[in-house]
């Protein structure tokens, strides 16, 4: 059956972000900076993981795949909001919007397995320190990874694959930047209960459980580290899960908000700004929390930029 019989519309109309046209051109240059500044802070860690065989250890193996991750869980959505922005009618095809959802959905599961195996490294590196090497082999490391593309694959395929079987009647409006998966829903003119209830069920497991464990993780090395008490380590410890928890809770905290328990009061403005969150300021502030600003990176950087002036 043709696209347009089948959905009974062939593209959406997205309404963008809630921005006065007097402030457009101000928040179009905003969100372009912190786009670049995404792409060239991950792009400048997968480069420097990639070419300092310094860095060729289990931490950084899943830091180049979280980076690698940001870069493009960010270039699904901002890219084509930078585009709309400069258009007067911001449209999307029906099967753009529907692979900007796929893609939406695999990176950000991605991220969020990601951080879950990064948190796994972290609690064996301080809390069984002897047998790091032996648990950290090269071999789990990349069975975490591909298990995660596994999961995450199957996982956004079936969200679009439901979504493919509803009708969209008259109304192709999304008060969104992005095709987000509940605004589609909204939109949608036949029975819904089958995909809210696999966003309740198995979104509730990809990325709840997740969150706990993070959480859980970093429960245990601080108790770890405080049964052994000292000036510096807990500062460095505190220091470093401080950090990383904040951009975990910032992470897992929007979503969880937006899709687990959204507002009875359905406030758009707010859910676009928590979307702003997740998907433009936490790939943004991961390559800063992670890794630019520890010792390992910066040597990296020192070193790669010796070996060039050598040449």
């Not at 694959?153 to 509940?182: E, G, Y």
């Not at 908000?257 to 936490?282: E, I, R």
């Amino acid at each position: 059956m043709p696209e347009n019989n089948r959905t009974g519309i062939s593209q959406f109309l997205l309404l963008g972000l809630p921005i006065p046209p007097e402030h457009q051109y101000l928040f179009y240059v905003l969100f372009l900076a912190m786009y670049l500044t995404t792409v060239l802070g991950n792009l400048i860690i997968i480069i420097l993981i990639l070419l300092d065989s310094h860095l060729h250890t289990p931490m950084y193996f899943f830091l180049s795949n979280l980076s690698f991750s940001d870069l493009c869980f960010s270039s699904v959505t901002m890219p084509k909001l930078l585009q709309n922005m400069q258009r007067q009618v911001p449209l999307i095809s029906y099967a753009g919007c529907l692979a900007q959802m796929y893609f939406f959905l695999f990176f950000g599961d991605l991220e969020s397995f990601l951080l879950v195996a990064m948190a796994y490294d972290r609690y064996v590196a301080i809390c069984f320190p002897l047998h790091y090497t032996s648990i950290m082999s090269h071999k789990l490391c990349v069975g975490l990874v591909v298990l995660s593309w596994v999961l995450t694959t199957s996982h956004a395929m079936l969200h679009t694959l439901l979504l493919t079987r509803l009708s969209f009647c008259a109304n192709n409006v999304i008060p969104h930047f992005f095709c987000d998966l509940s605004a589609l829903l909204k939109l949608a003119c036949s029975d819904i209960h089958i995909n809210e209830l696999v966003v309740l069920i198995i979104g509730g497991l990809v990325v709840v459980l997740p969150f706990l464990f993070i959480i859980t993780s970093y429960a245990r090395i601080v108790s770890s580290i405080l049964k052994v008490p000292s000036i510096r380590g807990i500062h460095k410890v505190f220091s470093t899960c401080g950090s990383h928890l904040s951009v975990v809770s910032l992470f897992f905290g929007t979503i969880i908000g937006l899709y687990l328990c959204p507002s009875t009061n359905n406030s758009t403005v707010k859910d676009t700004v928590m979307s702003m969150m997740y998907t433009v300021v936490t790939p943004m502030l991961n390559p800063f929390i992670y890794s630019l600003r520890n010792r390992d990176m910066k040597g990296a950087l020192k070193r790669v930029f010796q070996k060039k002036n050598l040449f």
